[in-house]
């Protein structure tokens, strides 16, 4: 966990629905966003627009424990959710989680690929990095939460991939999918090479083995064709 902290100042909702929820937006600049998880009950509240913007345009915010300063109390929550506008970049609502220090929670970090213009599969074969994951789902305790997981592509030769078991997590991180069994054992990155010239490839081996199949044919037609003359010189 990296000593970045993040803070929003919240203040609880009590005007629900959606109109309301449309007033805020347009009126107050701010979003709804609700706090849920734990032992309590969950919480409606009211965040300025431009605090989760600022936020949100750091990638760490969205694997950290964010301190929700609601009124006067502070709460511990992870960022669970977030509903964006479809053509407009507004922020409409926000999910927390709280965090309980002493209990483990299942967290999505993003992944940080590195070493991939050294790559060997790329270097010396031509290959390009094909991403499959771009975040990973973990379990920690809050203190042990990364703010990312790192994936080395250096020695990752055409053809092969890195799948989630061979990615070094750090202690006391686990990956959520590998719980599941061998066969979430899921493809994080692939090299493969490139799609034209895997398609000249393709068209070489074919063009190859038509060359081949054209050469075979005139010794089958001269033995049938020494047959023939063959059979005529009986005849005759």
């Given amino acids: 966990m990296s000593g970045e ?9 009590t005007d629900m629905g959606k109109g309301a929820s449309r007033r805020l937006r347009r009126l107050h600049d701010s979003i709804p966003a609700v706090l849920y998880g734990g032992k309590k009950d969950p919480v409606s509240l ?16 969205f694997s950290h424990i964010i301190t929700l300063n609601i009124e006067s109390k502070k709460e511990p929550a992870v960022i669970k959710d977030l509903q964006r506008h479809p053509a407009k970049s507004l922020i409409l609502h926000a999910d927390f989680q709280r965090v309980d220090m002493k209990q483990e929670i299942h967290v999505k970090v993003p992944i940080h690929f590195i070493n991939e213009e050294k790559c060997v599969g790329v270097k010396t074969s031509g290959g ?3 991403r499959t ?26 053809g ?34 490139p799609r034209g010239a895997a398609e000249e490839d393709e068209l070489e081996a074919a063009a190859e083995g038509e060359e081949g199949a054209e ?12 047959e023939d003359s063959s059979g005529d010189g009986g005849d005759s």
């Fill in 215 to 226: 050469g075979e044919a005139p010794a089958e037609g001269g033995e049938a064709g020494g």
């Fill in 46 to 61: 009211t965040i300025a627009h431009k605090d989760i913007v600022k936020a949100t345009e750091n990638e760490a915010f």
């Fill in 133 to 158: 994951l771009n975040e990973i789902e973990i379990i920690c305790l809050p203190k042990d939460l990364p703010e990312f997981i790192e994936v080395d592509m250096l020695e990752i030769d055409l």
């Fill in 5 to 13: 902290e993040f803070e929003l100042n919240c203040s609880v909702r």
């Fill in 160 to 193: 092969q991939s890195v799948h989630l078991s061979e990615i070094e997590l750090p202690e006391g991180v686990r990956s959520v999918a590998l719980t599941h069994g061998e066969e979430s054992d899921l493809s994080v990155a692939s090299v493969l090479m």
């Fill in 128 to 130: 390009i990095i094909r």
